[in-house]
Nanobody
Framework: QVQLVESGGGLVQAGGSLRLSCVDSGGVFSTSAVGWYRQAPGKKRELVARSSSTGNPAYVDSVKGRFIIARDNAKNTLALQMNNVKPEDTGVYYC??????????????WGQGTQVTVRS
């Protein structure tokens, strides 16, 4: 079973950087496509960065060139390096199993997320 804990969020100025981390204590990540989801205020949760089971990354256009997703299967961890952040990156970020980019993810087994707030 997926048991997820996200961390690393905070308040950052536009143009700054943050590094988010996720630990899967259930040990499911290492064999699955996983990703980072963002839920902006008043919007549905969407997958913005994805890592295939073999580590191939993919990003939605709005974060491409600024975010980097990285996985460590030995440690069951997933990271998201956020560079040159923008106010529209504000939201709660979650990690979980990943389907298609832009999707809202599985129906259950979500962590508490980590809040990212970008100040202009």
């Amino acid at each position: 079973q997926v048991q997820l804990v996200e961390s690393g969020g905070g308040l950052v100025q536009a143009g700054g950087s943050l590094r988010l981390s996720c630990v899967d204590s259930g040990g499911v990540f290492s064999t699955s496509a996983v990703g980072w989801y963002r839920q902006a205020p008043g919007k549905k949760r969407e997958l913005v960065a994805r890592s295939s089971s073999t580590g191939n990354p993919a990003y939605v256009d709005s974060v491409k060139g600024r975010f980097i997703i990285a996985r460590d299967n030995a440690k069951n961890t997933l990271a998201l390096q956020m560079n040159n952040v923008k106010p529209e990156d504000t939201g709660v970020y979650y990690c979980n199993l990943a389907g298609s980019l832009g999707g809202s993810g599985p129906p259950a087994n979500w962590g508490q997320g980590t809040q990212v707030t970008v100040r202009s």
